[in-house]
């Protein structure tokens, strides 16, 4: 039968010319008698009666030329049947070849039957042309089977008449290179396709490509780059819609090859993603943080690259996914790799210059959340941008924020004692921060002193800096008066006496606090310094060295003399004599600098002379301390001429004659003979009139402050007591609390060092100071 030449379509042209392909093949030298068939397969043949004879017969010849022709005389009589509308004729036609192919067919049993029946449905296929959709559910499945055949030119020809792009993936790793190659000739047949049809469904296609990305084979990965950078080229196809995260999985790849098509794949969809009008950054963000989440330094590097553009691209789309990128971000900044860290960190920045509102969809407590999570990260990096978090969030959201504060509060006291003293400063000023209105700032006191109180090594490591940083941040006198008011009800003694001791240092030696000092000093002449005086002398009692010095800085020289003569009725202990040695060593300082100087009109400062030698005699005379204070007192001028001299006759201040015949003939007798006789008649305190017992608005009732220091003593002696008391109890020795302080340097008395050793301690705010 002679063959009419057929008009292709387009892509139909391009399957014709890759079934002629086939003549450099060998023909099949099996043969293709078959056994007896029962009643149903003969049913399944009745299509052979729709074609010429010479079809069957040369359809599975062994002859490649032989079975080339027959399927052009199919493809003949199948399109003049589709031009009829004789559809039945053809799905006739279809079963019978079927019956070739498929393997459960005694007809299939033979090689070149398979192979015809495969070339048959191919042209069957060509044939119907736009019509193909009606019969392609008959036409696929057994060609689908055929890729498993056993026979490599079974394979060959299953990928001639396949048009299904989404199973070709399993043959593009064959083993057989002649299959590869047919495999890519199909490949690169239905992309042409693909890309000149207007009916491809891409939401049907990315869910194959999708199941198949996980294959590490790299034919079958770089078969899937093809894909996606093709159907990308297709401007009627929008890929942007369904973000290639395949290509992802592919940046891990052990082929640098396979790594460098990915990458440069998602540069390519990156670029059409900036110069896209309108683009779902959400949806698309979500999946790149699961991608930042990747073992892999390259996939993370590309997905946080992604998320740092498309915080520049997105703004306010990207406000609901906060939390979420934060969750990726936030570590990312302390990554080992540099790059990793360095685009981490501009996408943190960009994240944070975003302004917007709340009803753009930020959920404040998710991101407290996760700044919170990160507080305890093991990166100091990634603890500090936690922090700023929380300050932005709180600068901008306060109301929302402090709502929440309950759940933050305590992580934020946790990181007071973090190793970084740069975390440290910035959790100071976010609790600064809260602490802005009296409620909250009540609080933040409150909540401080407890941790102090439970966390010693907090209270010794950090102590001096949270406070000094918190009176920067925050009004220094507001500071010092909360906290007097805590300590004063403080119940535990002994916390009391070691925080009152570290406020009290803090105080006359910190400069931030220069401002709070220059106050106390006009306290018996200003009201407000006068009120600030009282408002710390209360808690200031827990400590009887802290008081006095408390004393000086407010030049109450009578009164600081009748401390020390209260002092000198108790029980003189180690602990007592180590502050003493501090106080000592604090009067060299430049804080009282104008003490030394008042020294120069002792006629005008008595009582500072009574206070000082009331000191030198509490100290042991083997002492550091001792011999420091004995220096500066001998340096006091007895020139007439720098002193206002008293009446003649006068027996010197109250209590001095009694020193001096105390002291006659001992080591002190030199020390008091610079001291002039001065009138009791002629004494003044203060530049002036004895200002302590001056009446007024801005007067001290000094006589119940010593009542206040005295009744808070006895309490300490009472606890003392009882302390003790409990220790003989349970049967250990009964060794004084710690007080005043300085366990160890009671401890080291008691073992025969003497307190020499902890008198030459400086008086520089470290840590141990605060014992």
């Not at 052009?72 to 036609?93: F, M, Q, S, T």
């Not at 398979?114 to 036409?139: E, M, P």
């Not at 696929?140 to 490599?152: I, T």
């Not at 501090?582 to 206070?611: D, N, S």
């Amino acid at each position: 039968m002679q063959q009419k030449s057929i008009a292709y379509p387009s892509g139909d042209r391009k399957l014709r010319s890759l079934l002629s392909t086939g003549s450099r093949l060998k023909a099949s030298a099996v043969g293709n008698t078959l056994a007896p068939m029962t009643t149903a397969e003969k049913e399944a043949l009745k299509g052979w009666e729709h074609l010429p004879a010479s079809v069957q017969r040369n359809i599975s010849d062994k002859l490649y030329e032989k079975r080339k022709n027959a399927a052009l005389e199919v493809e003949g009589a199948v399109k003049n049947y589709a031009a009829a509308g004789e559809h039945d004729k053809i799905a006739a036609i279809i079963d019978s070849l079927k019956f070739y192919v498929e393997p459960d067919r005694p007809a299939s049993a033979f090689t070149n039957n398979r192979k015809g029946g495969l070339i048959g449905l191919a042209a069957v296929t060509v044939g119907l042309a736009g019509d193909a959709n009606q019969h392609l559910d008959k036409i696929v499945p057994p060609v689908l089977k055929a890729f498993a055949d056993p026979e490599s030119r079974v394979r060959y020809y299953a990928c001639e008449a396949l048009y299904n792009i989404a199973k070709l993936c399993k043959l593009s790793a064959d083993s057989d290179r002649d299959v590869q190659s047919a495999a890519h000739l199909l490949d690169r047949l239905i992309k042409d396709i693909v890309t000149e049809s207007d009916q491809f469904s891409i939401e049907e296609f990315i869910p194959l490509l999708r199941e198949r990305m996980n294959l590490l084979n790299p034919f079958v990965r770089q078969f899937l780059v093809g894909w996606i950078t093709v159907l990308d080229s297709v401007p009627d196809i929008d890929m942007l819609g369904f973000l290639p995260d395949c290509l992802f999985n592919m940046l891990s790849d052990q082929s640098h090859e396979i790594r460098q098509q990915a990458d440069a794949a998602l540069r390519e969809f990156l670029q059409e993603i900036k110069n896209a009008q309108s683009v779902d950054y959400g949806r698309m963000a979500e999946i790149l943080v699961q991608r930042a989440l990747a073992v892999d330094e390259f996939t993370r590097l590309t997905a946080l690259e992604w998320v740092n553009e498309f915080v520049k691209l997105g703004g306010q789309q990207l406000v609901p996914y906060y939390s979420s990128i934060l969750r990726v971000v936030l570590p990312c900044i302390s990554d080992e790799d540099e790059r990793i860290r360095v685009v981490a960190k501009e996408a943190n920045e960009e994240l944070q210059n975003v302004k917007t509102k709340l009803e753009n969809g930020l959920d404040i407590e998710a991101v407290l959340q996760v700044a919170q999570r990160e507080l305890g990260s093991e990166m100091e990096t990634t603890r500090i941008e936690a922090l700023r978090w929380i300050s932005v969030l709180l600068e901008r959201y306060r109301t929302e924020v402090l709502s929440l504060l309950d759940k933050l509060f305590e992580a934020l006291l946790d990181s007071l004692s973090d190793t970084s003293d740069e975390v440290v400063l910035l959790v100071l000023e976010v609790q600064a921060g809260i602490a802005g209105d009296g409620q909250h700032f009540r609080r933040l006191m409150v909540f401080l002193a407890l941790r102090f109180k439970t966390d010693h090594a907090l209270l010794e490591k950090r102590g001096i800096m949270v406070i000094r940083r918190l009176c920067t941040l925050l009004n220094s006198e507001k500071v010092y008066r909360e906290l007097a008011i805590i300590l004063e009800g403080e119940a535990d003694l002994e916390f009391a006496t070691t925080m009152v001791q570290a406020l009290n240092l803090i105080l006359l030696t910190a400069p931030e606090l220069a401002e709070l000092r220059a106050l106390l000093k006009v306290s018996l002449t200003s009201t407000s310094g006068s009120n600030l005086f009282g408002a710390l002398y209360a808690s200031w009692c827990h400590s009887p060295m802290a008081t006095l010095s408390l004393c000086l800085l407010a030049q109450a020289y009578t009164h600081a003399g009748s401390l020390i003569q209260s002092l000198g009725e108790l029980d003189i202990n180690a602990n007592l004599l180590v502050q003493v040695d501090k106080l000592v060593r604090l009067l060299e300082t430049p804080v009282f600098a104008y003490l030394r100087l008042q020294l120069l009109e002792p006629a005008r400062y008595p009582a500072l002379l009574k206070t000082l030698y009331g000191l030198l005699m509490l100290l042991p005379q083997r002492s550091s301390a001792f011999r420091i204070l004995r220096t500066r007192l001998k340096t006091i001028p007895t020139n007439a001429t720098l002193l206002v001299h008293p009446p003649s006759g006068s027996e010197g201040f109250p209590g001095l004659s009694a020193i001096r015949r105390t002291a006659s003939g001992g080591p002190y007798a030199q020390i008091l003979s610079h001291i002039p006789a001065i009138s009791s008649g002629s004494q003044t305190d203060e530049g002036g009139p004895n200002l302590e017992s001056k009446s007024g608005a801005n007067s001290v009732n000094f006589d119940l402050r010593l009542q206040q220091f005295e009744h808070m003593q006895h309490q300490h002696r009472i606890y003392r007591g009882q302390w003790q008391a409990k220790q003989q109890h349970s049967g250990k020795p009964p060794i004084a609390p710690v007080q005043n302080g300085q366990r160890d340097e009671a401890n080291d008395s008691r073992r025969g060092k003497g307190v020499t050793s902890t008198a030459d301690t400086s008086v520089r705010p470290t840590a141990r100071s605060w014992r």
